[in-house]
């Protein structure tokens, strides 16, 4: 059909999609090449979608010597050798991914081998590629030749742009791409979350398969739109469709046996078959409508979570450790929560403190009714988890960010700190979490002025000069507030400590106010969190505990 068709088995490709008119791509304008990317502009012409990425990949800022066609013809000989292409073994680091042969003939079903074999060669950097398989196997049907394809494959991933991510090539930046994944469902399909935790013994091995489903599981012109977007926007359009997939998901199967004993397979079954419940149009449609956090604020989230991984020494794949079951039986005890409503919690934390145990730091049963050794007990821990069950039984706490040490830069006069990653909840009688206000609606975050958010730095978040200048020791960067341009202080009260009172959340109330003596608290509505009175109005506090995070892996 043209002179792209070399690979193309076009009994597999939905010709009747194809359109015949010849169009060209002469703009250059990224706003407009976004929005021609999201309509499927170049969808349904094969050769123009063709020339597209080819344009597309050529503008990739590169490292100086990136291996071009001339190096494939010149190594891919020798690499292959007499060997029949179906019998070439695959490199290590795709980590067993099945090449999926999409629309490919057989030529091109064993040229995707002999490719992703001479990329091996020229990158032995890499060490943990899953994707690779599916790239190239998508961009062969888009290229003159096999030569054409390894050197759009190779500028992908030689891509040099420290803000364009593009590929995962070693397992610290898969990894921590599947715990900002989870981080990233926690907040934005609460619903879905709560299926999986409910489910699934370890949420984390479930969200570790976020990248084959895109890349492995989808059907060809599912792949090939969000590739076409993918090559304009980068990284985050990959998170996008992901989220989708799993609303998606929940939706159509909410309320229905599991069809296997493994979440993990019947999410892969339905993303297979996702046609007959999902339109390539629509699923992209649900994907740009999540209204997620800028590109900054989740690659500073990627940046934490990495960093959490090598503070552990997982670099490496290794066999996983069921990190999600981290609250164990036979070592926890508390006297306010069993061990699944822990499980349940942990489940809401961010994945890079998932990893760690539960570490108990202060209890009233144990160290009395004193805010004083309250702190004395929980400073120098960050974060720190509040439970605290009332005289009437009611359980309720709070997740808090950041160390309690950090109140005393106000001074004496009650200040509030803390980051946009704190939470409230209520347990008993029944199971709410109230987040931070601004994750629903990020339209609060830019409509403040600039001169009232830094009129009292100190009662919003830290002040400027404590901020790390190494951004990956930002230790809650996704939700920080000093990120935002907040609408009124209000909206990021998120922690305060004095020695008269604790209180979490405000403006227009308080989520929860506790006196010296760890006696009586108060609870309301407060702006910060949108939350219900997370127990009865005024409560006497029967007993009160502490949570840090005790580092598992390093003892």
Known sequence: MDEYSRFVDWDKMDVSAQSQDTKELTCTDLHEL??????????????????VYHKLISNIPCRTVTPDANVYRDIVGKIVGKRSSSSLPLPEFVDNSLIPTYCLNAEGVGAVRKIILCVANQFPDISFCPALPSVTALLLHYSKDEAECFEQVCRILACNDPSKRLIDQTFLAFESSCMTFGDLVNKYCQAAHKLMVAVSEDVLE????????????????????????????????????ALALLKFFHKVRAGQPMESDSIQQDIRAFVRDIAKSVSPERLLEKAFAIRLFSRKEIQLLQMANEKALQQKGITVKQKRQNVHLAVHAENFKSEIVSVKEMRDIWSWIPERFALCQPLLLFTTLEHGCSLSRFYSHSEGHEPTLLLIKTTAKEVCGAYLSTDWSERRRGGNKLSFFGTGECFVFRLQPEVERYEWVIIKHPELASTGSETENHAQPASTTLSSSSIPSDPSDRLSPFLAARHFN??????????????????????????????????????????????????????????????????????
């Open 486 to 555: 907040l609408p009124s202080k209000t909206a990021s009260m998120f922690m305060a400590g004095s020695s008269e009172c604790i209180i979490v959340g405000g403006g227009d109330g308080q989520a929860l106010y506790l006196d010296a003596d760890l006696n009586h608290g108060r609870t309301s509505h407060c702006n910060t969190f949108n939350n219900q009175p997370l127990c009865s109005e005024s409560f006497q506090i029967s007993i009160l505990e502490v949570w840090g995070f005790r580092d598992t892996m390093n003892g």
């Open 34 to 51: 976004k929005q021609l990317a999201r309509q499927g502009y170049w969808a349904k012409n094969h050769s123009l979608r063709a020339k």
């Open 206 to 241: 479930v969200y570790s398969d976020w990248q084959r489903w895109l890349f492995g599981e989808l059907p060809m012109v599912y792949v090939a739109r969000i590739f076409d977007v993918f090559l304009v926007e980068g990284y985050k359009v990959l998170y996008r469709v």
